[in-house]
């Protein structure tokens, strides 16, 4: 099968697409026919040889997958067949042809979906349902501040806010990407670059500030974060795009809100974790993307790109020029 490869840690020229053995399913495994996979920052650090996939995972790139089900492992419990349209979340393996996955990774497709639009949705969407609902615990009428609001996890957790009948407000990089994110159900938005987020967060809510902050940016955002979270607010880090140093008073400032830091990586979470996350997902959010249903959730597709343009992809987010999710197609 064809996969992506780097023989070395380095920029996206590294990238090429190669031959590889086509994978067999194990005990309870199962062998999916990859139609799309999507594009996470994560495959840009693993790239960069920053963030090696978990012991046991493919070290093929490609976090989550969209296709049809191409055979069965031993020990399957049969909530599967072949030919069955389903989307993964994986470790590893996304981008290539052909990938195993444990079973209980797997969601059905929904009917009125491509697979393009399926493939934006595992990573992304279950990392902010898990770090708004498994870690967050967030109730109705908080107030969310979402950093990187236009990125495939900024824009489900927006929706995801707004389904669980919070408030999300956002920060991005530029108007056209603020704008975006206000068509998607953001009931605020500040840049990054022009304005002090924090002031702006304060003024909006009357001084009170944030109950839940998801972060993916880390140091230099610290001092902000903290001006804007509410007294037993909730700073959830689950990135650091800007380094993880903080020069200053951190501590103290956060125990005299009674703050919380919260921190959360899914990829190196274990089996039982994901099978639990992918089902509840599946229960709770998976039916609001099926048509007709208010609300109606959506994944945002930035682009699509052939799997041989996968360097190009891999320039585009590292620029930070996509709105929503990169799709990589993969061959007929």
Not at 84 to 97: F, I
Not at 168 to 192: C, D, H, M, R
Not at 249 to 266: E, N, Q, W
């Amino acid at each position: 099968m064809l996969a992506v490869y780097f023989d070395c840690p380095g920029g996206p020229e590294n990238l090429y697409v190669k031959e590889v053995m086509k994978p067999h399913p194990g005990e309870g495994e199962v062998l999916v026919k990859v139609s799309a996979s999507a594009l996470n920052r994560a495959d840009l650090l693993q790239r960069r040889g920053k963030y090696p996939p978990p012991k046991g995972a493919s070290d093929i790139l490609g976090l989550e997958a969209a296709g049809s089900v191409a055979g069965l492992g031993p020990g399957c419990e049969g909530r599967w067949k072949v030919g069955d349209a389903v989307m993964a979340l994986l470790s590893g393996g996304g981008q290539a042809e052909y990938v195993t996955v444990p079973e209980g990774y797997l969601m059905p497709i929904p009917n009125d979906m491509t697979f393009i639009q399926a493939a934006a949705i595992p990573e992304a969407w279950l990392t902010a349902f898990q770090l708004l609902h498994f870690v967050g615990k967030i109730q109705e009428g908080e107030k969310v501040l979402i950093h990187a609001g236009a990125s495939g996890v900024g824009m489900a957790a927006i929706q995801l806010v707004r389904l669980a009948k919070a408030i999300p407000i956002v920060t991005a990089g530029s108007q056209e990407k603020l704008k975006a994110t206000a068509n998607v159900g953001a009931a605020a938005g500040f840049s990054y670059k022009d304005e002090d987020f924090s002031g702006k967060v304060l003024a909006l809510t009357q001084g009170s500030g944030v109950d839940i902050i998801l972060d993916c940016v880390g140091g230099s955002y610290w001092e902000k974060n903290l001006n804007c979270l509410s007294t037993d607010g909730r700073w959830i880090i689950y990135g650091l795009l800007s380094g993880g140093e903080v020069h200053g008073d951190l501590l103290a400032r956060l125990l005299s809100r009674r703050g919380s830091i919260h921190t959360s990586l899914l990829r190196s979470r274990d089996k039982k974790y994901k099978e639990q996350l992918v089902k509840a997902f599946t229960e709770d959010v998976l039916p609001y993307f099926s048509g007709g249903t208010l609300p109606h959730l959506q994944p945002v597709v930035d682009s699509v790109y052939p799997l041989h343009e996968i360097a190009e992809a891999h320039r585009v987010m590292e620029e930070n020029k996509n709105i929503g999710k990169i799709v990589i197609e993969m061959p007929a």
